[in-house]
């Protein structure tokens, strides 16, 4: 039997890798994209000057694009070409609703519609380890499967038209729940006390430890920027999924919270970041807490508060210091409480006694310059050890 000929309109991350693992064994394959074919495209694969060339070289075309709108236009440019005995496939993450508004007019012009979309990365793909969801005629859906073949080892076939696209969506539903729900409980364990090690030992070694989950552990604790899947991704894909909810009438609170994680992570320049990064914010703002909770003890003692700026992501850097203080002066304390502020705002004050002001004072402190002025006010005769020793060595290689 005679491979089909494939075309690709959309080269991003997705289509590129289907082109290359498609190209790689054996099938014909030609690829279009309007912003250009991009300079990792097969050499034996053919670059189309526009849908029209790409149609009339292809019998499936394989739509890989971003969005319902990108979909729609692509669907509308086909639909104005002859298309007999062709198969259209759409394998984007979009609305079930898109593709089913275009199948009669693609049936009128002699072609075939499947919607297909993909449950995985690139990695995936050029591995041929990608899930996909299938919605069709069961006819359209036996021509696709020797090309679908190549790219995955999970085929489901779920039903008609669409039912691809809505089988994507909910097990994007699970996959959003599973990071909303790991941020509201790092963000819980660390208000009780719970150290980062602890929490992550616990979570990770749990029956609710997925592989998705363990995956991508290294960007939860920071030890690799490698980006699988971006967050903007994820907040085009749950608001499709809060828009389809909604022409259904659904409920769907657990994806609304989610939806407002990512939304907050996207804001704060984290957009182009792997989708993990919104749980490890929250870790980090667990552990930052965690080091700056009061320590209960009588009020009688001095009370520190730091006010910092949240405009200019310097949470961490107040903590740090929280945490620099109790670890020196914990016992002699009655708190160390962290004040967010804005407009540049970085003030040290003891017992409501301003000890360090950062524009007053030129910058940040240091941990030594900023223990020395607390010891000087609540314990004068106490010996910080190393740093008085210190301060003093450099008083004397460098008298007035």
């Not at 909910?170 to 941020?183: A, D």
């Amino acid at each position: 039997m005679t491979q089909p000929r494939i075309g690709i309109i959309g080269l991003g991350r997705m289509g590129r890798a289907m082109a290359v693992r498609l190209a790689s064994s054996g099938f014909e394959v030609a690829g279009w994209s309007r912003s250009g074919v991009p300079e990792d495209f097969p050499e034996t694969a053919f670059a189309a000057s526009g849908i029209p060339d790409l149609a009339e070289t292809s019998d499936i075309i394989i739509l890989a694009l971003l969005d319902d709108a990108a979909v729609d236009a692509m669907v509308r440019a086909l639909e104005s070409l002859d298309l007999s005995g062709k198969l259209i496939v759409d394998t984007s993450t979009v609305s079930p609703l898109t593709l089913r508004s275009h199948q009669s007019a693609i049936e009128l012009k002699g072609g075939r519609l499947l919607d297909a979309p993909i449950s995985g990365g690139p990695e995936t793909l050029l591995t041929g380890k990608a899930g996909f969801y299938i919605g069709g005629n069961e006819d359209d859906y036996r021509r696709l499967l020797p090309v679908v073949e190549m790219l995955s080892d999970r085929i489901h076939h779920v039903g008609a038209l669409g039912h691809g696209a809505a089988s994507k969506l909910i097990n994007n539903m699970m996959l959003s729940g599973l990071w909303e729900s790991l941020k509201e409980a790092l963000q819980l364990g660390g208000r009780a006390g719970l150290s980062r090690e602890k929490m992550i030992e616990v979570l990770s070694g749990s029956p609710a430890a997925s592989p998705a989950m363990k995956g991508r552990l290294p960007v939860v604790l920071g030890e690799t920027s490698h980006v699988g899947f971006p967050v903007s991704g994820v907040v085009k894909d749950i608001s499709v999924v809060r828009d389809y909810a909604l022409h259904l009438d659904v409920p769907i609170p657990a994806m609304k919270a989610a939806l407002a994680s990512f939304e907050t992570a996207e804001k704060a320049g984290f957009a182009d970041a792997d989708l993990a990064t919104m749980v490890k914010l929250a870790l980090d703002e667990a552990s930052a807490s965690d080091l700056a909770r009061p320590v209960a003890v009588s009020h009688r003692k001095p009370h520190i508060t730091i006010l910092y700026c949240t405009q200019c992501n310097w949470l961490l850097r107040a903590g740090w210091m929280a945490q620099e203080l109790l670890q020196t002066f914990g016992d002699s304390l009655g708190e160390v409480g962290l004040i967010p502020g804005t407009g540049g705002a970085f003030e040290i004050r003891l017992d409501g006694a301003l000890l360090w002001e950062r524009k007053r004072d030129g910058g940040f402190p240091g941990p030594k310059e900023l223990k020395q002025r607390v010891r000087d006010v609540i314990d004068p005769e106490r010996d910080l050890g190393h740093l008085d020793r210190q301060a003093a060595k450099m008083g004397a290689e460098n008298p007035v």
